[in-house]
């Protein structure tokens, strides 16, 4: 597959995404989704190692390059999983695979478990479930939710005299990353600003949701999958450790070294992520 990648703008009824194309023409479609404050970088190193594939490496909205979603609008699953199908609608895809890390691949499963005939192969990247709620708590958290929403229009993003200052601030973040790793998402990530660099993405992103599903509820899009499936659990990632819940699945599961963004922090982990899709989209 050619590396080279062209930049393309998504004109959806509702908001505008930008999206990184790889691969030929004719090549299998997928829509590929990053992970949480991410952008379209994520796949960088992955992307141009995926033989025969159509990837449409999206900025989920809030990320990136793409557009923000208007004002007394949230990011909830539902939302992205309407941009995913809008995208689809653009490009003439009446089916389609879907790619995702972390928050992309919590998409994806909804995506494939809510419409399981528009999805031909899922290929997961240390992701499955969203953060679960319980029954009982969900007015308590309804309402601390609201709250944080009334007050967000006061907050401010950081501003970073430089790019290393920024680089340095997303090796330390929530999940750390390497230097490589974080070089590629500011360079897609940051705008310039009076007094140095912030980043692009919409401040409401980290404001908590309203409403989590529960186990059951979670599970459930889990069991409505049916197309061929592959997990990729990075050892030292955010899944490894819910042997359960990987235990109870029924479709293929890989282990490999690395962290959360093993595909991005290094061409090692991103030619072990891109050898297991290799093989997993080439299965009749």
Not at 24 to 49: M, Q, T
Not at 131 to 151: D, F, I, K, S
Not at 251 to 257: G, I, R, T
Request: aromatic fraction near 6%; glycine fraction near 8%; charged fraction near 20%.
């Amino acid at each position: 597959m050619s590396c080279c990648v062209e930049e393309v703008r998504l004109s959806l009824p509702h908001i505008e995404l930008a999206a990184h194309l790889f691969g030929p023409e004719d090549g299998l479609p997928v829509i590929a989704l990053h992970g949480w404050l991410d952008n379209a970088n994520s796949f960088a190193r992955l992307a141009p190692k995926l033989e025969g594939l159509r990837i449409v490496a999206l900025d989920m909205a809030g990320h990136g390059h793409s557009g923000h979603r208007p004002s007394g609008a949230g990011y909830g699953l539902p939302d992205y999983a309407l941009d995913v199908l809008h995208v689809a609608e653009q490009l003439g895809w009446d089916t389609f695979s879907l790619l995702g890390h972390s928050l992309g691949a919590i998409v994806s499963v909804i995506v494939a478990g809510a419409l399981p005939q528009r999805v031909n192969r899922l290929a997961l990247i240390d992701g499955l479930i969203p953060p679960l709620g319980e029954a009982e708590t969900v007015a308590e958290r309804m309402g601390e939710a609201l709250q944080a929403q009334l007050h967000q229009s006061s907050k401010r993003k950081p501003v970073y005299t430089d790019m290393d200052r920024a680089v340095e601030a997303r090796m330390k973040g929530v999940v750390a990353v390497t230097r490589e790793a974080a070089q590629l998402l500011a360079q897609r990530g940051l705008m310039p600003v009076p007094g140095g660099y912030t980043w692009r993405s919409d401040s409401r992103l980290t404001l908590a949701s309203p409403i989590r599903l529960t186990r059951a509820q979670a599970l459930a899009f889990v069991d409505a999958i049916a197309c061929p499936t592959q997990l990729i659990v990075a050892e030292d990632g955010m899944l490894a450790k819910n042997t359960e819940l990987l235990s109870s699945l029924r479709f293929e599961v890989k282990h490999l070294a690395g962290g959360h963004h093993v595909h991005l922090n290094d061409e090692a982990g991103a030619c072990s992520v891109a050898d297991c899709f290799n093989r997993f989209f080439a299965v009749p």
